[in-house]
Nanobody, 122 residues
Framework: QVQLVESGGGLVQAGGSLRLSCEAS????????MGWFRQAPGKRREFIAG????????FHTDSAKGRFTISRDNAKNTVYLQMTSLRLEDTAVYYC???????????????WGQGTQFTVSS
């Protein structure tokens, strides 16, 4: 069974940049739409970006648009989230997900990663 493992979390100063990675093991992410979600303390998990199987289409929510970029490398079974201009409110646990588009802006998740904590400091 495919397992997703996120990495790259940690501590970064506001205004800085960071790249999260999500590597799959036990299978391939090729057939799946891949996405990133995040959950801040006391808040619901929210979808922030998704990318189609062949990278021909990607979607970023308003909170991510212009600052975050999702990408994938199917040969490496890895999905990335490049984050720039980081803000305090970006602090959250970030989750990688595999699934399928429901609409062009939402996805149904079949598989979650365990999450990686990311904190933005002032």
């Amino acid at each position: 069974q495919v397992q997703l493992v996120e990495s790259g979390g940690g501590l970064v100063q506001a205004g800085g940049s960071l790249r999260l990675s999500c590597e799959a093991s036990g299978g391939t992410v090729g057939p799946y739409t891949m996405g990133w979600f995040r959950q801040a303390p006391g808040k619901r998990r929210e979808f922030i970006a998704g990318i189609s199987r062949d990278s021909s289409y990607s979607f970023h929510t308003d909170s991510a648009k212009g600052r975050f970029t999702i990408s994938r490398d199917n040969a490496k079974n890895t999905v990335y989230l490049q984050m720039t201009s980081l803000r305090l409110e970006d602090t959250a646990v970030y989750y990688c997900a595999a699934g399928q588009w429901i609409t062009t802006a939402t996805m149904n998740v079949y598989l979650w990663g365990q999450g990686t904590q990311f904190t933005v400091s002032s």
